[in-house]
């Protein structure tokens, strides 16, 4: 018996074991390939689809195809090698993407989440197909902050696309494929993007998607790429944004809150409630008549809602998103719309719709309620006209439903007090009474259209790199805005057909003490501070030109820390690699390591790269600190290896891993398989601190926004390094 149970002690041991080093092993394959065709048997001269299926693992994401290469992250890329028995046609095309605006790259980017799906379509020239290239591709999770950049091979053959001879061979596709360069590249597909926020969440897309996917094996689905025929995989559903969702209607409901105190939209309160009370037989009546006048007002402007989301859709976000022409119109319409609100002129419908409208709602019954809902909305559009375009111009680069969304939202606080006085006509007697401060209201609304409008031209300004509206003259433009502003609510600025102002109510005071200090904070903005709760609507740091931070970062705030901040030699690569924050350092590692020896210091090497959106943030809030900024500069010569560039190495140094059997020829994937076989890890970011010998020092970390912890481990390592330095010189 107690050989049995030490038996079965022995086996849960080693079951433990086992477990325990699988835990330990860091190579990560959260995505798996494989391949179909649309169809089996075709003739030569016919076309068929290649089909590329992913399978992503659950809490990870796969960035797509078709979103502008120059953002940041990596895009999904496909090159198909030159052979006489195909030809391209047209573009690869990724099946349903999700969309979502990024603040930190200040742009919108395409993803997927739990599977996955490209189609190439070719055109078969040739009995004997052979269709072979390679791809690279990106995943990411937001669980742990960690990115991982991939590559790999795939074939098309006979064994999975039957040809059959056709009466007549296309000869002149032969000849233009004979034309065809040695490598044919499948470009992307959009061209720029930075716009209003396809998905308004500030969570993780992965945390929110349930899809589950097999274990990654990428290497070995690919290896024989021939033998692998699966049924193609169906896109990933759209997650439905709730939280994004829920916050727009929140703001498009405020947006009608406010539009019911602008003058075209408050007088009438009353007299309408009065149409119901005076028109009805009782009581009953007039409430029931007050309910369908409300839901009439919500039908009303959901369906233009729906129209709109049927003219754009989601195919047309992106354009309407990213390309400078929407992005100019829309920075013309809202100054259109100030130029409204401040008094210039006012927009106004045809009379005679008003005319035909009012005259169908005069008939009375049940169609005349829904018709006095229709005066409504064509009499105030003078003045919702701009609130309402304004949320339409806001939902219309994301999801088809978000301008439902908003309209139902808008149309709901806006139908709710007329709906509500007619059944309590009692509590009009609480309303205040008409005035000047109704056409206030305008105009403040004026100023925050004319604020807004800078943003769409900040985009397609950012885009088209013109210049016009770096982040200086945005910042000045908006605290001359709203200085205006808080002046015109303290009565120092008026407008002809503002009313004489003989004091300053408490309300009125509060906006104007509220106004003033949001330009304050603008001013450090001025001089290079981050503000980054506005970090969505402001134009990238990058772009300004006197950034006080940046230049104190540059001198190492005195001559002894500059002196402890000089690099051995120059730099490789330093034209086109830069570190953040002013920071000196490398992005060779041989260089490194012969500077780390001359200045005995350790060596903190930074696996990041270029796509990784988790690395960015990283140096946006823990590098960007104070104290680890100090560290990193006086205590360690810094490494920065991007596993993800393609700068192509000189050929002398060129080598087979030992690890995939890979021919490496970039600095990204030279760098990407050292992590792999020297620290058995993949993902970035992922921070390493070692001597000139390589020897590590401390135990690696990665994606970590605690500062504290980040401070931590670099002084653990400078003490590691000099322990060892004392050990040695005895």
Same mark, same amino acid.
């Given at each position: 018996?107690n ?18 080093v699988?835990?330990?092993a ?18 030569? !001269? ?16 796969l ?11 990596m ?12 030809e ?18 200040? !742009? ?28 690279e ?69 992965l ?9 990654a ?20 559903e ?34 309408t ?53 929407p ?9 259109l719309?100030a ?30 309620v ?31 439903i ?11 606080a ?54 016009i ?11 001359i ?38 330009v ?30 940046a ?26 690699l830069?570190?953040?924050? !002013? ?43 104070p ?26 140094e ?77």
């Amino acid at each position: 018996m107690n050989k049995h149970i030490n038996m079965k002690q022995v086996a849960l041991a080693l079951l433990l074991f086992i477990v325990a080093v699988a835990a330990q092993a860091q190579v990560l394959k959260p995505a798996s390939w494989s391949y179909d065709v649309s169809k089996k048997q075709v003739a030569v !001269g016919e076309e068929v689809e290649l089909i590329f299926n992913v399978r992503i693992d659950k809490d990870w994401y796969l960035y797509s195809s078709d979103f502008d290469p120059e953002l940041g992250p990596m895009v999904t890329e496909f090159k198909f090698a030159k052979h006489p028995s195909y030809e391209l046609v047209g573009k690869i095309k990724p099946v349903k993407p999700k969309k979502k605006y990024d603040e930190l790259w200040g !742009g919108e980017y395409t993803y997927f989440v739990g599977t996955a799906q490209f189609r190439q379509k070719v055109k078969v020239l040739q009995p004997t197909l052979l269709v072979k290239g390679t791809y690279e591709y990106q995943v990411c999770t937001d669980i742990d902050g960690k990115c991982i950049p991939f590559d790999d091979d795939f074939s098309f053959t006979n064994n999975q696309i039957q040809v059959t001879a056709a009466t007549a061979a296309p000869a002149s596709s032969q000849t233009s494929t004979q034309q065809q360069q040695t490598l044919q590249t499948t470009p992307q597909l959009p061209t720029t993007s930075a716009a209003a926020a396809t998905t308004s969440d500030t969570t993780a897309p992965l945390v929110q998607d349930s899809a589950s996917s097999a274990t990654a094996q990428v290497t070995d689905t690919v290896t024989k790429p021939e033998t692998v025929v699966t049924p193609a995989l169906p896109a990933a559903e759209p997650v439905a944004e709730g939280s994004g969702l829920w916050a727009f209607m929140l703001l498009a409901f405020g947006s009608g809150l406010v539009a019911l105190l602008t003058p075209c939209v408050f007088p009438m309160v009353p007299m309408t409630v009065s149409f119901f009370t005076g028109s009805s037989k009782n009581r009953s009546q007039a409430i029931l008549k007050a309910l369908v006048y409300g839901v009439s007002i919500i039908a009303i402007y959901t369906i233009a809602g729906t129209i709109v989301a049927k003219l754009f859709g989601a195919d047309g976000a992106n354009f309407i998103s990213t390309h400078w022409l929407p992005n100019l119109l829309f920075f013309a319409i809202f100054l259109l719309f100030a130029m409204s609100f401040f008094g210039m002129f006012e927009i106004t419908l045809p009379s005679s719709w008003l005319t035909k409208v009012d005259a169908q709602a005069d008939k009375g019954g049940w169609i005349g309620v829904f018709f006095m809902a229709f005066t409504l909305a064509l009499v105030s559009f003078s003045c919702t006209g701009p609130i309402v375009g304004s949320i339409l111009v806001a939902s219309a680069g994301g999801e088809t439903i978000r301008p439902v969304v908003g309209m139902f939202g808008f149309s709901l606080a806006f139908a709710l007090p007329f709906t509500l006085f007619a059944i309590f006509p009692s509590w009009l007697s609480g309303l205040p009474k008409s005035g000047g401060w109704l056409n206030s209201v305008k105009v403040v609304l004026g100023f925050i259209e004319l604020a807004l409008a800078l943003k769409f031209l900040s985009v397609a300004d950012q885009v088209y790199h013109w210049g016009i509206l770096d982040r200086e003259v945005y910042l000045a433009l908006w605290i001359i805005i709203f200085t205006l502003m808080g002046f015109y609510l303290l009565g120092k600025l008026k407008f002809s057909h503002d009313s004489d102002l003989n004091f300053i109510s408490v309300p009125r005071l509060f906006l104007a003490i509220a106004t003033f200090a949001f330009v304050i904070y603008l001013v450090p903005g001025m001089f290079g501070a981050p503000l980054k709760a506005l970090s969505g609507y402001l134009p990238p740091q990058s772009t300004h030109d006197f950034d006080l931070n940046a230049i104190v970062r540059q001198s190492g705030g005195g001559t002894a820390t500059v002196a402890t901040n000089q690099l051995c030699e120059q730099p490789k690569y330093a034209d086109f690699l830069h570190l953040p924050h !002013g920071l000196q350092g490398y992005f060779d590692l041989e260089q490194a390591k012969k500077c780390a020896a001359e200045q005995g210091k350790p060596i903190f090497i930074d696996f990041t790269g270029h796509g990784c959106v988790n690395c960015r943030e990283m140096e946006a809030n823990v590098w960007s600190d104070p104290e680890v900024l100090k560290r990193l500069r006086e205590n360690y010569v810094i490494a920065a290896l991007y596993v993800d560039d393609k700068t192509e190495l000189p050929q002398n140094e060129w080598y087979t891993s030992k690890q995939d059997g890979k021919e490496k020829k970039t600095l990204g994937k030279k760098y990407a398989d050292y992590q792999i076989t020297k620290f058995n890890v993949n993902a970035q970011p992922y921070y390493v601190l070692m001597d000139e010998n390589e020897n590590v020092l401390v135990k690696p970390i990665a994606y970590d926004l605690s500062v504290e912890n980040f401070v931590k481990f670099l002084d653990e390592g400078v003490a590691t390094y000099k322990a060892k330095q004392q050990v040695a010189q005895k």
